[in-house]
Each structure stands twice: as structure tokens, then as C-alpha cells.
């Protein structure tokens, strides 16, 4: 399903990456933002499931009042089971509060089918009009009622890409740094909106499928004039120091003398494994396809009796072993490679009893079935029980 006018954000790639250095808006970018929203619906099944939890761990959802971090309200979030409702109204109900907002981080790493629909409708076509992202992305969704988010006006590091879901509009203020090069006293974020706003170079209203690129270092402020959703990407840009010291403290974690560090790093200095470690980060995003580390769910999640979609993913098979981005399964012995790529098609709906048709044993066709799913090659829409 195409969700994004390929031909316009490869154009926009292609003409402002990879530094994304100026502020640019693109109307009705998203060809289907309630498809997307409902991919993030899928995601946060899974990922406030209890199974999901007990299996792999618990996912960074944070929510948020006017103007502070609420820890009681994230925490119920968390360990409150989505159940396929409208998002504002069950955050709403979870929470206990009318003007709630939440972040979800990681959100392609939960679920196939957002991850599927990012990386071909977004990814695949930003990479080839404007190269590798240096330093991978991310993706997160905000997801709120009304009024000004509870950051206040304030920058990020690194460029911000929204793409708007609805299905209420959102008004977007952004500074030039020539005209707000930083908040008084060096602040980090400003709740006195109305001191600043007539002074901003920028405003948008963000319609359901609109767009915006936000650089880094910009200054800036979202205001949801009623209930709304939006996908939000990082792009993280070449940073040696960052990277040097990330490989460094993988390294001095793994090293089983954790009493003298600092010989530890100049010893994996002279002998190659920091730049080692360094290739291998790389080989990791790039075999995930830029994205975030993807899930391998519990086999609890899914359903043997019911069918299931085929991703349109880079999907491979060798020796009994299914990878796809970054992530492999083995599979029965007793099912070929050959058999195994002849049924996956993308698009193609799958069920457990054709898979079952490849050996004498229907338990491993089954095994397949339920691998195919757990590494993100299909979709159940009954994922988390919805």
C-alpha cells in the first residue's frame, strides 16, 4: 500500500539532504494518515501486552501534563492492555486525564506492519535519492488532545520530520536562528509562548497528510487544535565523537575487567576492536534497514488458525534461516528454502494449512507459519489480540 507521493519526497531528499538544513513544508505528503495512525494502533498493541513484556521488555512511553512528565499516568499506560479503540479516547480513560499527551519512542520496532510501511513508503526512497543516514533514525509518535505540547518552544539536535495524521490540525510556530538564537539565561525550553510567537519566522497549519522539516538547532512549538497524531523521524547526522565514544563504552561494557577502563579502551584501541566495533554498528543499521532494532514477539501473540498478510520487506532465506532487516529464525529442516521463497509473496495472504502442504508433518508447517510472523515477514491483524 503506497501511503507517501513517492515522487515528492524523493524530490525533497534528493534536493535538501542529508543536512536538511532549512525549514520545509509539503501538503498532503501522506497519501493515507489514517493507515499509518492505525500502524501505530498496531504498535502500541503489542507493545503494552503483558506477554510482550514478560518476553522482551517494556517500551519507553512517556506521558505528559501541561508542562511536566507524568510519571503515575505513563506508568498506567504501559501496563494498560490497547485495545483497539480510538488512541486520545483510551489514553484518556487510562490515564485519568482530559488534557493528556503521549510520546511513544521506538515505535517501528514493535510492530511488522509499521515497520514494513516506514521503511518502504519513507526509508527506502530517502536513502536512495539522498544516501545512508549516517547515524540511523528514529521514529516516535506524539500523540495529544489539545493546546501547546508540554515541551514549550524549544530545538532539537538533530532534523525533525513530522508527518502529520490528524485528524485535527496542528499550528506550528519555528525561529530562524538569527531570530531566536537561543532562550534567555541559555534555557533549554520556554513556557512563555506568548512572549514569542509574533516573532516567529514561521507558521504552519498542519491539515491531516501535511508535512513539515524542522532542521536542527531550530527552535519551534506544535499547538493540537483538537485531537491528533503524528509520526515523528529523527535523522541522525554524521557525528565522529558520538560514535567513537558509543563504541568505545560497548566495548568497556563487554570487557570482563571492569576495574581498570581505561586500560581497557587503550587496549581495544591497539589491537582493532574499536574500529571493528565501529564497522560492525554500521553493518547493524544497515542490515535493519536504518530502523530501530526489531522485536521478535512471543509465540502467545499469534494464531495458527487465521491467515496472515505478506510484508512487502527485504526478505531472505538460507539454510533453513529467515532474515529479514537485521533480524533471522530458524525454521524447520524438513521445508526447502526453494518452498519457503516460492510461498512468500508480498501481498500474498498465507495460511498456516498451505505452508502445512510442505512436509508430512503438520506441526513444522505450522512452525513456519508462526516464524514467519515472529520475524516481521508477515502480519496478523490479530497481533496483541486485536
Known amino acids: ?19 536538511f538544513a532549512t525549514v520545509e513544508y509539503i501538503s498532503s505528503l501522506v497519501t493515507a494518515p489514517e493507515a499509518i495512525a492505525g500502524t501505530i494502533g498496531h504498535s502500541l498493541m503489542n507493545a503494552t501486552d503483558p506477554r510482550v513484556h514478560e ?18 499516568a505513563s506508568e498506567a499506560v504501559v501496563h494498560s492492555k490497547y485495545d483497539g479503540s480510538n488512541l486520545v479516547e483510551w489514553l484518556q480513560a487510562v490515564t485519568g486525564r482530559k488534557d493528556v ?58 532534523p525533525s520530520f513530522i508527518f502529520h495524521l490528524g485528524p485535527s490540525t496542528k499550528t506550528v510556530w519555528v525561529w ?31 491539515s491531516p497528510g501535511d508535512f513539515l522539516c524542522i532542521p536542527a538547532g531550530r527552535f519551534h512549538l506544535f499547538r493540537n487544535n483538537g485531537p491528533a497524531v503524528f509520526l515523528g523521524m529523527s535523522y541522525y547526522r554524521e557525528d565522529n565523537h558520538d560514535e567513537l565514544l558509543q563504541a568505545i563504552s560497548t566495548l568497556v561494557r563487554r570487557s570482563e575487567n571492569q576495574q581498570d577502563l581505561a586500560n581497557t ?10 574500529h571493528r566495533e565501529l564497522d560492525r554498528r554500521q553493518s547493524q543499521r544497515l542490515s535493519r534497514g536504518h530502523l530501530g532494532p526489531y522485536r521478535i514477539l512471543p509465540v502467545e501473540l499469534f494464531n495458527v488458525d487465521l491467515p496472515a498478510e505478506c510484508l512487502d520487506v527485504p526478505f531472505a532465506v538460507n ?21 519457503i521463497s516460492r510461498f512468500f509473496q508480498p501481498g500474498k495472504v498465507l495460511r498456516a494449512v498451505d505452508l502445512q502442504k510442505l512436509t508430512d508433518n503438520p506441526s513444522e508447517g505450522n512452525a513456519l507459519f508462526i516464524a514467519l510472523l515472529r520475524v516481521g515477514a508477515t502480519f496478523q491483524t490479530t497481533e496483541a489480540g486485536s
Open 1 to 19: 500500500m503506497t501511503t507517501i507521493k513517492n515522487d515528492a519526497w524523493s524530490r525533497f531528499a534528493q534536493e535538501h539532504g542529508p543536512d
Open 55 to 72: 518476553a522482551i521488555g517494556l517500551p519507553r512511553i512517556r506521558v505528559f501534563g501541561p508542562s511536566q512528565l507524568d510519571y503515575e
Open 101 to 158: 499527551c503521549a510520546a511513544f519512542n521506538g515505535v517501528e520496532t514493535w510492530s511488522s506492519k509499521i515497520r514494513s510501511t516506514i521503511y518502504r513508503s519513507i526509508v527506502e526512497p530517502m536513502v536512495t535519492a539522498c544516501g545512508v543516514p549516517p547515524r540511523g533514525l528514529d521514529f516516535y509518535s506524539f500523540i495529544a488532545v489539545s493546546g501547546f505540547t508540554p515541551f514549550g518552544i524549544h530545538s532539537d539536535p538533530e
Open 176 to 206: 530562524e536562528n538569527d531570530t531566536l538564537p537561543k532562550l534567555p539565561d541559555n534555557r533549554e525550553i520556554s513556557l512563555h509562548t506568548d512572549k514569542y510567537l509574533k516573532s516567529a519566522d514561521h507558521e504552519f497549519t498542519l
Open 265 to 274: 579502551a587503550l587496549v581495544a584501541a591497539s589491537n582493532g576492536e574499536i
Open 319 to 339: 539454510n533453513n534461516q529467515i532474515s529479514v532487516m537485521g533480524q533471522s529464525i530458524s525454521v524447520p529442516e524438513s521445508i526447502s528454502d526453494e518452498d
